[in-house]
Every structure is written in C-alpha cells, then in structure tokens.
C-alpha cells in the first residue's frame, strides 16, 4: 500500500472521528439547551421566537411590544443584556431569523422583502400585538426599515442600533468585493469544518479558557481572518456567562455558517433595496451610533437620523460596533424615549 493511500485512509478515518463527534455534540447540546421560546411554522419551517412580558404591573395600556431584530449572522441571543431591561417596562419580543439560532433554514432568498414577510407571518401566528417598536442592529436595521415600509401601519416607532447604512453595500468597491467573496469562502469553509466537529472541538477548548487551539485555528485563515475572528470572539464573550454556552452550541451547527453564506453574499441587493425606500416621515426615531466610526461612515449615521423628521442622533461614546453589548441601558433608554412619544 502506498504512503499516499495509508494518508487518505487516516484522513478518512480522522473525518468519520470528527463526524462521529460533531453528531453526538450536536444531542448533546439539543437537550441541554432546547429553544428559550416557541417555535412557529411559517410555511413548511419554523423560526423560534422569545416574548418577554412585562414584568411590573405597573406598564401602561396599549404600550407598543418592543421587536428586536439582530446583526446580520447574530441570534436572538445577542440581545441577552437589552431584552430583560426593556422588558421592565413593554413587552418585548426577540427571534432568529431563518437559518440562524434555533430556526430552520429557508429556501427563500436572504433579502428584507422575503426576511420581512418570514418576520410578519410569524408575529401573525405567534399572536403578537401591534403597534411595533422596531430596534434594529447593524443589518437588521435594514429589515426594519423595510417592515416599516411594507407595513406602516403595525409601527408605532423605531431606534437603529448602528445601523448599516445602503450607501455602505449598495455600489461596493473592489476592495469590498474580496471581502464579501472572502466572507462567503469563509462561511462556507465553516460549514464543511462544522460537520466533521472541527468548529466544536475549537468553540469547546475555548469556552474551557483554553485560547491556544482557537488561536491556532484563526491563524491558519490568515491575518485578517485571525483579526476578524479575534474581535468576534472579544464581542461575544461581553455576553453574560450563561449565554455563552448556548452561543457555542448555535455556532457548532452547520446550517448557520450555511445562513451566513446566503445573508452576506445576499447583502450589495439587500442595501439596493432600502436604498429605495422613502424616508419614515415623522415617525419617532432614535439613531444610536459607535463613537468608532470614521468618515464617511460618521456623515452615513447623520444621514439615518434625518430619515424622520421626528429624529435624535445620539454617538454612544463607551461603544463601538456592538452598543448593545457595550451599553444595554443606553438601547433601552432610546427604546423608553421612543415608547414616550408614542402617548404624546
């Protein structure tokens, strides 16, 4: 036998081992962290959504439910410190978009029409009243502008959360295209490492405290990967402790480094169309905006504010990307503002 045929064999052997790995991993993590709320169908597969009551009593009639709506490869779960301090005061609803957290995957592309229309049926059949708050995050401010727009009349108000601006994706550069198609590779690259327990077996060492195999691992993609990596691992880890486990186990799924696949390289049509939206008019909006951002992505979160004329800009200035890790209370103040308004 050759030295050539003895290395496939052990390399076969290796991704049956990993394979075998990943899918006892995978039981594991479905008893021990099942989904935190219901799963509904909204034609033929489930998105999971979490509500979140009031919890005093003392929560005025006919106060709009707060919709929180994530970054574009992030779960309900990144709003673990933002939804328990809103929910003092509205009812306060979360959820994971197709493909991501505890949802199954959808077959429709990953663009804000057909994430909106998901998010709509699944409010529908979740009996979730209305009129909404809508608090979006990086590209989840692109979906819920477009909700805004494809249904005004369920929205009462809305605070963007450094928000990812059209002119940002809509007409992408040279530069921005290798990224994008970097981004997809690595996402695809992921799902492959996914299934043969690669991913777990990183994600698990690192949960232990153990940073010399993730590191390792981040190294092998090269600087920028090692870079991009090292500010995600930074920025989940804000999150507090007993989430985290939950954030490993969604992560070692394969299905959702396929989602990213599909909502990043979806993302140049996904800015083109809110591009085309009209503005909010007088709708009460809060736009909370990174003290990171340099120009012209500074002149781009001015740019959101004036999208209403009903408008405040505020720069959170402890915070970068992720102000609803960095500064929870300072979204759920913008959330309160907005609420105010609505009963004026």
């Given at each position: 036998?050759?030295?050539?045929?003895i290395?496939?064999?052990?390399?076969?052997l290796l991704?049956l081992a990993?394979?075998?790995?990943?899918?006892a991993?995978?039981?594991?993590?479905?008893?021990r962290?099942?989904?935190?709320?219901?799963?509904?169908?909204?034609?033929?597969?489930?998105?999971h959504?979490?509500v979140?009551e009031?919890?005093?009593a003392?929560?005025?009639p006919?106060?709009?439910?707060?919709?929180?709506e994530a970054?574009?490869?992030?779960?309900?779960?990144s709003?673990s410190k933002?939804?328990p301090?809103?929910?003092?005061f509205?009812?306060?609803?979360?959820?994971?978009r197709?493909g991501?957290?505890?949802?199954?995957?959808?077959?429709?592309?990953?663009?804000p029409?057909?994430?909106?229309?998901?998010?709509h049926?699944?409010?529908?059949?979740?009996?979730v009243p209305?009129p909404?708050i809508?608090?979006?995050?990086?590209?989840?401010g692109?979906?819920?502008?477009y909700y805004?727009?494809?249904?005004p009349?369920?929205?009462a108000g809305?605070v963007?959360?450094?928000?990812?601006?059209p002119?940002?994706?809509e007409?992408?550069?040279?530069?921005?295209r290798?990224?994008?198609r970097?981004?997809?590779l690595f996402?695809?690259?992921?799902?492959?490492?996914c299934r043969?327990?690669?991913v777990?077996?990183?994600l698990?060492?690192?949960?232990?405290?153990?940073?010399?195999?993730?590191?390792?691992?981040a190294?092998?993609f090269?600087?920028?990967?090692?870079?991009?990596?090292g500010?995600?691992?930074g920025e989940v880890?804000?999150?507090?402790?007993?989430?985290?486990?939950?954030?490993r186990?969604v992560?070692?799924?394969?299905?959702?480094h396929?989602?990213m696949?599909a909502?990043?390289g979806?993302?140049p049509?996904s800015?083109?169309v809110v591009?085309?939206?009209?503005?909010?008019?007088?709708l009460?909006?809060?736009?909370?905006?990174?003290?990171?951002?340099?120009?012209?992505r500074?002149?781009?979160q001015e740019?959101?504010a004036r999208?209403?004329?009903?408008s405040?800009h505020?720069?959170?200035?402890?915070?970068?990307?992720?102000?609803?890790?960095?500064?929870?209370?300072?979204?759920?103040?913008?959330?309160?503002?907005?609420?105010a308004q609505t009963?004026t």
């Amino acid at each position: 036998m050759s030295i050539f045929a003895i290395i496939i064999g052990l390399l076969a052997l290796l991704a049956l081992a990993g394979m075998l790995y990943q899918a006892a991993g995978a039981t594991r993590d479905a008893k021990r962290f099942p989904p935190p709320g219901r799963m509904i169908d909204v034609g033929g597969y489930r998105l999971h959504i979490r509500v979140l009551e009031p919890a005093t009593a003392g929560v005025a009639p006919g106060t709009p439910t707060v919709l929180l709506e994530a970054g574009i490869a992030a779960s309900s779960l990144s709003w673990s410190k933002v939804a328990p301090e809103v929910a003092k005061f509205a009812r306060v609803v979360s959820y994971d978009r197709a493909g991501l957290g505890w949802s199954d995957a959808s077959p429709r592309p990953r663009t804000p029409p057909h994430i909106v229309e998901e998010l709509h049926a699944l409010l529908d059949r979740a009996d979730v009243p209305r009129p909404l708050i809508l608090v979006g995050h990086s590209f989840g401010g692109y979906c819920v502008r477009y909700y805004a727009h494809k249904f005004p009349g369920e929205v009462a108000g809305m605070v963007l959360v450094d928000s990812v601006h059209p002119a940002e994706w809509e007409h992408i550069t040279l530069h921005q295209r290798r990224m994008l198609r970097g981004a997809v590779l690595f996402s695809r690259i992921g799902e492959l490492l996914c299934r043969v327990g690669f991913v777990r077996f990183v994600l698990e060492r690192l949960e232990r405290g153990a940073t010399g195999a993730p590191k390792a691992a981040a190294r092998a993609f090269g600087p920028s990967a090692e870079k991009f990596l090292g500010r995600i691992v930074g920025e989940v880890r804000k999150l507090p402790p007993e989430v985290l486990p939950q954030v490993r186990a969604v992560w070692c799924q394969p299905r959702c480094h396929r989602a990213m696949t599909a909502y990043v390289g979806s993302l140049p049509a996904s800015a083109a169309v809110v591009a085309s939206l009209e503005g909010l008019g007088a709708l009460p909006l809060v736009v909370l905006s990174g003290s990171h951002h340099p120009e012209p992505r500074a002149r781009e979160q001015e740019d959101l504010a004036r999208l209403s004329s009903n408008s405040k800009h505020i720069i959170a200035a402890d915070s970068a990307h992720w102000i609803l890790l960095d500064e929870p209370e300072l979204v759920a103040e913008a959330v309160r503002e907005v609420i105010a308004q609505t009963r004026t």
